[in-house]
């Protein structure tokens, strides 16, 4: 059952907006705390107990509203349960990156509460793009989101943090130039900010402004895809992976794609959905030189931040396959099916890469190191990380009886359905490709003797914990994907 609430009541804006009012104020609590703790109490586990019990308070209320369809004022923030399920998406993965930041924070140098706030505020950027119908709140949740990534990336103190976190924020800068100057021009055209308006605006100026809302189009993909690292706006990920702390890195590769992704569909499914299918050449090209240049880069990568920062724009071509097939929904396919399975996809992928990096960062730890070498002999060192790395790996690369498999094989589905067949071969021949550095690296954790003593790796149970999660949703989503891909076409997707 819908309930349409419409104005700018407390009541009504506790309901739209309740999880990230919790989160925000959660945000603002840590950074009072921060000023006024005498120097003796240890700030980062006050920071990251304060911020589970935020986001379990916004999970609860996430969960409260599913069913329900809400808006603010004119229609210019939304709630349904397209933004629901993608929030409760940021929700768990922010908890993930606590979890795996416990043991990080000695190590990065961060001894105030900043960094908990950050990803606090960070996720409701996100929040706000997955509920925004309109380009200004858009725009404000991409600021969120950006700005507060930017300093997360540069909290480490050496050198690579801080080139990372300086070209991350001078692409991001360019980036947000192009979105605002193409969102000028949808305004100037249509004369609205709101995408149900605009859009209908558009369809009817259409033959008269035609270049001009190509170009403003344009502008925004192209400040969208440097937010979601599509080639070819791909070049500062590997950088900014390298030198991020690992737990950010982590979230960049989930939480941060997964709102970008978010956000264009809200923009060219819901607000621009009537000249979507217009832009299937666009989309099926970018899919296929991503798909193709992210493996083929990873290959030759020895750093493996930089090798899953690959992977990862790999894994962006993946997720832009459905856009090309969904051009092809308006001509008979199912709409609902793509967006499920692109957003069943991203939650595969969210909890491999967590489980990845969680690997990662006790490797990285003990080596000392975060080339492929660090990995050689991890199964004599510890099999159960040894295993949950391989688990991860193949989930990755597409093995059957993961979560993988199961998304690319949806994807794929929703390809063939639509008459792409070469471009769900392409996915075949490119997860084919990947196997090169995934085994690879599986062999040297299996194969290999490891270097010096092979005593045994200790895990801290907070990222032990990490790992477990990851586990049990890597592979339950690949053994029995009917629980998430049966619920989801039935959902509310965009508030009608």
Known sequence: MSTILQGLTWSQVWWVMGPEIVLIAGGF??????????????????????????????????????????????????????????????????????????????????????????????????????SSVDLVTLFVGLEILSVSSYILVGVRKTSKSAEGAMKYLVLGAIATACVLFGMSYIYGVTGTTNLAEAGY??????????????????????????????????????????????????????ASKAAGFAMLIRVFLYGFASHFPEWGGLWIGIAAVTMVVGNLLAIVQRNVKRMLAYSSIGQAGYLLVPFAALTGAYHGGNLLQGVSALY?????????????????????????????????GLFRRSPLLAGAMTVFLTAMAGMPLTSGFTGKFFIALGAINTGYYWLAGLMFLTSVMAFAYYFGLI?????????????????????????????????????????????????NWFGQ
């Open 29 to 130: 609590v840590l950074m009072l705390l921060d000023a006024i703790l005498p120097p003796g109490v240890k700030r980062a586990i006050v920071a990251n107990g304060l911020g589970v019990v935020a986001l379990a308070w916004a999970g609860v209320l996430v969960l409260r509203r599913f069913g329900q369809t809400a808006s603010l004022g004119p229609g210019s923030y939304v709630l349904d349960d397209y933004a629901l399920v993608f929030k409760l998406l940021f929700i768990g993965i922010t908890f993930l990156i606590l979890l795996l930041s416990v043991d990080e924070h000695g190590q990065i140098d961060v001894a105030r509460g900043e960094y908990t706030y950050l990803l606090l505020f960070a996720t409701v950027g996100a929040m706000v793009m997955a």
């Open 201 to 254: 605006a558009l369809y009817l100026a259409w033959d008269s402004y035609r270049a001009i809302v190509v170009i403003g189009m344009l502008l925004m993909l192209v400040g969208f895809s440097v937010k979601i690292s599509v080639v070819p706006f791909h070049m500062w990920a590997p950088d900014v992976y390298e030198g991020a702390p690992t737990p950010i890195t982590a979230f960049l590769a989930a």
């Open 344 to 376: 069943f996809y991203l939650a595969a992928y969210a909890l491999m890469t967590a489980g990845a990096f969680a690997v990662l960062t006790v490797v990285a730890h003990h080596a000392r190191s975060e080339d492929v070498d660090a990995f050689t």
């Open 443 to 491: 062999r040297r954790m299996y194969l290999q003797e490891p270097y010096g003593p092979p005593e045994l790796w200790g895990t801290p149970a907070t990222v032990a914990l990490v790992v477990a999660i990851a586990l049990v949703g890597t592979i339950g989503l690949g053994v029995a994907p009917g629980v998430m891909m049966h619920s989801l076409p039935s959902l």
